[in-house]
């Protein structure tokens, strides 16, 4: 009976660790020149680093350039400020001191291509770049400094009004929008201990793990610097380096760590509990010795009353991928 245990254990692990691709975007296969920054002249609607594809929009219609989307830079200067410090991040380099990083400005899309047509992506290093943290840190001709409360009418006492400047990011599956959202705080005075207000000014984790599985990622900003009713007055940039991006073959693990199969020991009903974006699924029990016994299409809870006392194992088949958790009946 022991062999038997070990033997289904193993098989768990191969199914949950078989196959595992991640790739990871640092950027470092585009070509620069020393200390430039890429707006996007040189591409045409944006560009490609491993498996991700980053949007650009680079227009000179009127004789001014204009761009938003991504671009990419290696440039080391954390001390310019200003409009032509777009390019800078605020560390002076990419993620780990490394030479290249990603730009991001305005509105634009990230698109995952290649090998990897839709993944489960455990996330990316995001910064400020110069030009935006000087801005919201010392003020500008139209950014207000953060915290300032000049001019707002508020009656807050000077340097506790509470500013942000928020980048919100948005996930695709096949043209569907997903319903979770990844938010982060570039900048955040809204604590009513003021000695916790900040700006970022190194390099943070973006988790997207509440996505699930996706093929598409879009981003946007939020701040409460709107003064004047021409939208966001700061400017929106942020960097964003080492975007790591995981194939279909790890996606079991991460659904073994998101679905939940309760109560165990189970008596009578067995209850499964998945993560909301998940369309269809089936639920298959077998026993030690891989013996199907029984199954449910789509429903969250499942009869064992009738199973003898014993381990058995639940293989749950869904549209992101496959997961087996073990159960006891009682």
Request: proline share 2%; charged share 20%; aromatic share 16%.
């Amino acid at each position: 009976m022991k062999n038997n245990y070990k033997l289904a254990l193993t098989a768990i692990i191969i199914v949950f660790t078989f196959g595992v691709k991640a790739q990871t975007s640092t950027f470092e296969e585009i070509t620069l020149s020393p200390n430039t920054f890429n707006n996007g002249k040189d591409w045409k609607k944006g560009f490609q680093s491993q498996s991700v594809f980053y949007s650009n929009k680079y227009d000179t219609a009127g004789g001014y350039v204009s761009w938003s989307g991504f671009g990419v830079s290696n440039k080391k200067d954390s001390v310019s400020e200003g409009y032509f410090a777009e390019g800078n991040s605020i560390t002076g380099g990419g993620h780990n001191n490394s030479n290249n990083y990603g730009v991001a400005y305005g509105k634009g899309y990230i698109k995952i291509k290649g090998m990897i047509p839709e993944v489960t992506s455990f996330g990316f290093y995001i910064n400020n770049n110069s030009y935006a943290y000087y801005s919201m840190k010392k003020g500008d001709t139209f950014t207000r400094k953060y915290g300032d409360t000049t001019g707002t009418k508020s009656g807050l006492s000077q340097g506790s009004y509470p500013d942000y400047l928020l980048v919100r990011f948005n996930a695709f599956r096949s043209g569907a929008k997903i319903d979770s959202v990844v938010d982060f705080y570039l900048a955040d005075y809204r604590f009513a201990d003021n000695s916790k207000d900040y700006i970022v000014k190194d390099w943070q984790w973006v988790n997207l793990k509440p996505f699930g599985i996706f093929d598409s990622l879009t981003f946007s900003f939020m701040s409460s610097d709107t003064f004047g009713g021409y939208g966001i007055n700061t400017p929106t940039y942020f960097c964003l380096d080492d975007f790591t991006a995981l194939g279909s073959g790890v996606i079991e693990t991460l659904l073994s760590n998101d679905v939940t199969v309760f109560p165990n020991p189970a008596t009578n009903q067995l209850f499964i509990d998945l993560p909301k974006n998940i369309r269809t699924f089936e639920c298959i029990v077998s026993d030690i010795n891989g013996k199907e016994i029984m199954s449910e299409s789509n429903s969250n809870n499942m009869d064992v009353s009738g199973l003898n006392s014993g381990l058995y194992f639940m293989t749950i088949k869904t549209d992101m991928g496959m997961v087996i958790k073990k159960f006891v009946k009682q």
